[in-house]
């Protein structure tokens, strides 16, 4: 069914519903889309707002390239391209959907004058990779007063974030980074995972499962003064280096299961 049409109010969809034109909501004149059954979207359906769609129903997305669902428990605040997502709202769970690969938003920052990245700031996220792949020429980065999560909750968990660029870490954590499950990948022999200590506060790293790969799989190093703290229970490191830097105040690091190889 072609949708191509401003909604006027509620949608509500209990059965299934096709979408292959594109659906515009307009909270403006208080529309909203309520699903409870299956919602098959071919077409063009992108709401960036919050409370104007909630889905306690199934979702699928049929576009090819990648996208993200941004969610708090039922409510969808966010459904569109995963590289337009530039703010990602505290208590969220933003979940890959669609194509199977694409790229981080932008780079919006660059760390110690040498490293691009896209950094969240102020924020309590989950990044669900679903089954898919991000890849990207910059650092996603993790700022002090910011907690990251990542897992993959596909059946095969597959899912991973890849960086190609060889002097910039694929992920760099100066807040508090939970690593439950996918993969977080350095493909040019470069850092993984590049733990650092911001301005006197703990950084903390969490890695409960999931597979880090690169040259140099983790590597926890401060800058004088800075702190940070690792836990390992579960999971692989794979990296011909795992660079621990004792020179410096690196904090508490505890390794009590998983594989280091």
């Known amino acids: ?36 059954g299956t919602f098959n ?17 199934t979702y699928n997305e049929n576009r090819t390239d990648l ?5 708090k428990g039922s409510a969808v605040s966010y459904i569109g391209p995963f590289a337009s997502l ?16 694409g790229s981080l938003p932008a780079q919006n920052t660059t760390i110690s004058g040498a490293y691009p990245g896209f950094s969240i700031s102020g924020s309590s996220v989950t990044l669900d990779l679903n089954g898919r792949k991000i890849t990207s020429e910059h ?20 899912g991973s974030i890849i960086c190609a660029n060889y002097d910039t870490p694929t992920i760099i954590n100066k807040g508090t980074f939970n690593f439950e499950s996918g993969t977080v990948e ?18 903390i790293t969490s890695i409960v499962g999931g597979t880090i790969i690169g040259g140099t799989g983790i590597s926890d190093k401060g800058e004088s003064g800075n702190y940070s703290k690792l836990t390992m229970t579960s999971g692989t490191v794979n990296g011909s280096n795992i660079a621990l830097d004792a020179s410096v105040a690196t904090g508490p690091i ?8």
Do not use: R
């Not at 996208?67 to 969610?71: E, G, I, K, L, P």
């Not at 505890?254 to 190889?261: A, D, H, R």
């Open 186 to 203: 350095h493909s040019k022999t470069g850092t993984a995972l590049y733990i650092d200590g911001d301005d006197g506060a703990y950084s």
């Open 67 to 71: 996208c993200a669902m941004v969610t």
């Open 86 to 101: 530039t703010e990602w709202p505290t208590g969220s769970t933003i979940q890959l959907i669609g194509g199977k690969t």
């Open 139 to 158: 650092s996603l980065v993790v700022l002090a007063d910011a907690v990251l999560t990542i897992k993959d909750t596909s059946t095969d968990k597959l």
């Open 1 to 36: 069914e072609d949708m191509s049409q401003v909604l006027p109010g509620l949608l509500d969809i209990t059965g299934t519903l096709n979408n292959n034109g594109s659906i515009l909501i307009d909270p403006a004149s208080g529309s909203k889309v309520t699903n409870s």
């Open 41 to 57: 979207n071919s077409g063009t359906f992108t709401i960036d707002d919050e409370g104007v769609f909630t889905n306690t129903g």
């Open 254 to 261: 505890s390794i009590s299961g998983g594989i280091l190889q």
